[in-house]
């Protein structure tokens, strides 16, 4: 069964950077995109850019761009979202979720990875 | 970008009544390109609609999408209890510029 399995909970300083994994299986992992989706308390879905694990294209949501970096790891099947220059505004679960090719909805999600940004 | 608005903010219903979430574009969506979530509690969201209208795997008939172009709609037939939760529309046709709507909440009245 396919499965996103992600990293744990991060707390990080203003000015830090994040990194979150995203570890997939049950599935041919160059196979599918990646999108990252973040989402602040009580707030809705943000989404944030896309990884082609097969050739590690990427494209970001403009507000981001500058700070996130998507990378992947085909010898793990696992994703990475890094985030630089936290600030507050930052804080947010951040999923990791499959898109299809030729049907590009997200239809599996990880459980989600808190990262909360206090000083 | 493509901006997303959905409507009603929140709807209070009981269970067995009908719903109906709407979800408006900024400018013309491909009908391909419009999808449905569903998100509860401490939960990741779940896929309900793709396509506008095609059911993902495992989602109950009662859930139905329509609509084209910048109006698409969500439908519950008979709510569960279990139904009570945030529901999203999303278009993913306009790269990079994948959006979200703000929501809609349906819960019991």
């Known amino acids: 069964q396919v499965q996103l399995v992600q990293s744990g909970a991060e707390v990080k300083k203003p000015g830090a950077s994040v990194k979150v994994s995203c570890k997939a299986s049950g599935y041919t992992f160059t196979s599918y995109y990646m999108h990252w989706v973040r989402q602040a308390p009580g707030q809705g879905l943000e989404w944030m850019g896309i990884?082609?694990?097969?050739?590690?294209?990427?494209s970001y949501a403009q507000k981001l761009q500058g700070r996130v970096t998507m990378t992947r790891d085909t010898s793990t099947n696992t994703v990475y979202m890094e985030l630089s220059s936290l600030r507050s505004e930052d804080t947010a679960v951040y999923y990791c979720?499959?898109?299809?090719?030729?049907?590009?909805?997200?239809?599996?999600w990880g459980q989600g990875t808190l990262v909360t940004v206090s000083s | 970008e493509i901006v997303l608005t959905q409507s009603p903010g929140t709807l209070s219903l009981s269970p067995g009544e009908r719903a109906t979430l709407s979800c408006r574009a900024s400018q013309s969506v491909s009908s391909s390109y419009l999808a449905w979530y569903q998100q509860k509690p401490g939960q990741a969201p779940r896929l309900l609609i793709y396509?506008?209208?095609s059911r993902a795997t495992g989602i109950p008939d009662r859930f139905s999408g329509s609509g084209s172009g910048t109006d698409f709609t969500l439908t519950i037939s008979r709510l569960e209890p279990e139904d009570f939760a945030v529901y999203y529309c999303q278009q993913y046709g306009s790269s990079p510029g994948f959006t979200f709507g703000p929501g809609t909440k349906v819960d019991i009245k």
């Open positions: 990884i082609n694990p097969s050739g590690g294209s990427t």
């Open positions: 396509g506008a209208s």
């Open positions: 979720a499959r898109g299809g090719y030729i049907n590009p909805s997200l239809d599996y």
